[in-house]
């Protein structure tokens, strides 16, 4: 979810930096709720809610653990993988399968380590200087099920395999990102753009051949391409493709009572897009007109319904992005003051812009198309890597440290 132009200033996203205090930060609390601790664990990317109440979760290193119904956390880890780990890589997509309660089946994505290599640069001809070794590594997204067998994950096998292989240059940046089942029954997965640099003739985001910069739907059994799919017919398509033209769609959430997708596209350094994402849609990265890229919307084929930025900043200001990481729904019988909303967390790391703001974020939306943003409002200030929502409602949410849980204020 960092940027590249910034990967300098960037030394540690989910990292372990210290969390923001508790409610709102110490300051006003509009939307009368709190925050509970509800165990301390390190880089949490996602987690998910079993029927059985059990909370599913994935840390960026590699482990996937439980918390069991009455709070207390299983002892050894439910599965592990050693994933690659660079900035944004490493295990970052969780899901439990539909049909979870009778097959017991728990999805994981993650960056496999492919290669590691030393790479030396060569001094231009007549050149003084000395020639430069440089530790190159690469990595692919895969997807993996394991059977639940009493807290245990069993019976491990490859959904997806067959990502490309990350770019050497450009390790660690926009590649895996999070998975979900859709109201249909199929998994989506995004697949970030690899950080391919800016503009260039033959960007993979707008290649209906590769899988890079898309989101992915396919069967949840073998990976193949799910039924419906947009591009089945094109033989120069890969037929998994959902929507394209994509850089960093790190993370979306299904709309309750529409079954429609809201996803964020994270851009370089501004606006960071709302996306309702459909069908054969293209969403227009790299098209996006010349960096920094001022005018918001510029180029895409599908128009954002929302644009995020930093507070005291406009969504097409320089450096006002904000790394939105995870999405979740809410509802106004367990949150009145949210009301029926898209929440959202966001990274908001550091810059030359200003101090970090890791916040979540209330979004809401007009009834009954929820295609239009009527409220932008941050009810937290210290969500930043993933959102859950458990069977009565509740929602759970991430930092570096912790996992918690927001309550009204009178609970």
């Known amino acids: 979810m960092f940027k590249t132009v910034r990967a300098g200033l960037l030394l540690a996203l989910w990292s372990s930096l210290l969390a923001l205090g508790t409610s709102c930060g110490g300051e006003s609390n509009p939307f009368k709720v709190k925050s509970e601790r509800v165990t301390q664990a390190d880089s949490v ?7 059985d109440g059990r909370l599913f979760y994935a840390q960026l290193a590699g482990d996937v653990r439980i918390i069991s119904a009455d709070g207390s956390p299983q002892s050894e880890p439910f599965a592990h ?5 660079s900035i944004e890589w490493g295990l970052t997509g969780l899901a439990l399968d539909p049909d979870f309660a009778t097959n017991h089946y728990v999805y994981i994505y993650y960056s496999q380590p492919v290669r590691e290599f030393e790479e030396t640069t060569t001094p231009a001809p007549g050149s003084t200087t000395s020639p430069t070794t440089v530790a190159r590594k690469t990595a692919r997204p895969v997807v993996l099920r394991f059977t639940d067998r009493n807290g245990k994950g069993e019976e491990q096998k490859v959904i997806v395999g067959d990502l490309p292989e990350t770019l050497p240059e450009h390790p660690g940046f926009n590649a895996n990102g999070k998975i979900h089942f859709g109201k249909d029954g199929f998994l989506y997965i995004t697949v970030g753009d690899y950080d391919v640099q800016f503009n260039v003739p033959d960007h993979p985001s707008q290649y209906l051949s590769t899988p890079i910069g898309k989101l992915l739907r396919v069967n949840k059994e073998d990976g193949a391409a799910a039924p419906g799919n947009p591009f089945l017919d094109r033989p120069d398509a890969d037929p998994r493709i959902f929507a ?18 809201f996803g964020s596209d994270n851009t370089p350094v501004n606006c960071e897009e709302l996306n309702i994402v459909e ?22 084929q599908k128009q954002a319904i929302h644009y995020f930025a930093r507070e005291g900043r406009q969504p097409g200001d320089f450096l006002s992005f904000v ?25 908001g790391s550091e810059n030359s812009a200003g101090p970090a703001q890791p916040r979540m974020r209330r979004i809401s939306l007009a009834a009954p198309a929820f295609d239009q943003v009527t409220a932008d409002d941050v009810v937290v200030k210290d969500c930043k890597l993933s959102l859950a929502v458990s ?15 927001l309550l009204p204020e009178t609970q």
Request: charged share 20%; glycine share 12%; with cysteine.
């Open 45 to 51: 990317s996602a987690m998910q809610f079993a029927p």
């Open 279 to 300: 069908a054969g849609g293209n969403y227009g990265w790299p098209k996006v007109g010349d960096f920094p890229y001022p005018e918001c919307g510029a180029g895409g």
């Open 391 to 405: 069977p009565d409602g509740t929602v759970y949410y991430s930092n570096d440290k912790e996992i918690k849980k």
């Open 244 to 261: 394209y033209g994509f850089r960093e769609p790190f993370d979306f959430a299904v709309h309750p009572q529409t079954g429609k997708i």
């Open 81 to 85: 993988v050693d994933p690659a780990l």
């Open 323 to 347: 790394e939105i990481s995870s999405f979740a729904f809410v509802t106004a019988a367990k949150y009145p003051t949210l009301g029926d909303a898209l929440i959202v967390c966001q990274l």
